[in-house]
T-cell receptor
Framework: ETGVTQTPRHLVMGMTNKKSLKCEQH?????MYWYKQSAKKPLELMFV???????ENNSVPSRFSPECPNSSHLFLHLHTLQPEDSALYLC???????????????FGPGTRLTVL | LAKTTQPISMDSYEGQEVNITCSHN???????ITWYQQFPSQGPRFIIQ???TKVTNEVASLFIPADRKSSTLSLPRVSLSDTAVYYC?????????????FGTGTRLKVLA
């Protein structure tokens, strides 16, 4: 596969469940991102990783736990979510942020999450 | 930190030129301006990026005035397939790190 892939594409979970979202990029990038997109709201940047190190956490609740084992993979672990966490979760990647700031981000198709 | 503002929606007809403006009144001197296109159930896709003056590629032009407090995405001769949401993104350098600030998005509807 090419580009940025995300699995699953759709996820329905209860508030007591634990689930994980997976993102994989095949572009040789070193920066990866998690975004949340709620209905009729702008994209909200959640986390940024650069060379596997977390460089940004934009006040995201601890029920969202990111993991970046290598530059190609990014996970978002979910537990005890709330119905208001229902949204489209987008993963993106780009060139190294420190040496190429503002570089184009490549987005995956997203995971549509519904919390019951 | 730069904040971005865009019109919520726009309508246009096929073959017309569409201009979408984004306001970023307090943009810093080292901020880039990028535009993305998003179709339903898909992630955003890069269209164009600029820093100042005018940038043109095969799909769009980006106009940035000297004060850089706004930018205008120009789509020449739109077609029905250009119906999408368009976001401006400002990459703002804050404390040595670039932070990305997406606009609220402009929903463009192209009519036949």
């Amino acid at each position: 596969e090419t580009g940025v892939t995300q699995t699953p594409r759709h996820l329905v979970m209860g508030m007591t469940n634990k689930k994980s979202l997976k993102c994989e990029q095949h572009l040789g990038h070193n920066a990866m991102y998690w975004y949340k997109q709620s209905a009729k709201k702008p994209l909200e940047l959640m986390f940024v990783y650069n060379f596997k190190e977390q460089t940004e956490n934009n006040s995201v609740p601890s029920r969202f736990s990111p993991e970046c084992p290598n530059s190609s993979h990014l996970f978002l672990h979910l537990h005890t979510l709330q119905p208001e966490d229902s949204a489209l979760y987008l993963c993106a990647s780009s060139q190294d942020r420190s040496s190429q700031p503002g570089s184009e981000q490549f987005f995956g198709p997203g995971t549509r999450l519904t919390v019951l | 930190l730069a904040k971005t503002t865009q019109p919520i929606s726009m309508d246009s007809y096929e073959g017309q030129e569409v201009n979408i403006t984004c306001s970023h009144n307090n943009i810093a001197t080292n901020d880039y301006i990028t535009w993305y296109q998003q179709f339903p159930s898909q992630g955003p896709r890069f269209i164009i990026q600029g820093y100042k003056t005018k940038v043109t590629n095969e799909v769009a032009s980006l106009f940035i005035p000297a004060d850089r407090k706004s930018s205008t995405l120009s789509l020449p001769r739109v077609s029905l397939s250009d119906t999408a949401v368009y976001y401006c993104l400002v990459a703002a350098l804050t404390s040595g790190t670039y932070k990305y600030i997406f606009g609220t998005g402009t929903r463009l509807k192209v009519l036949a």
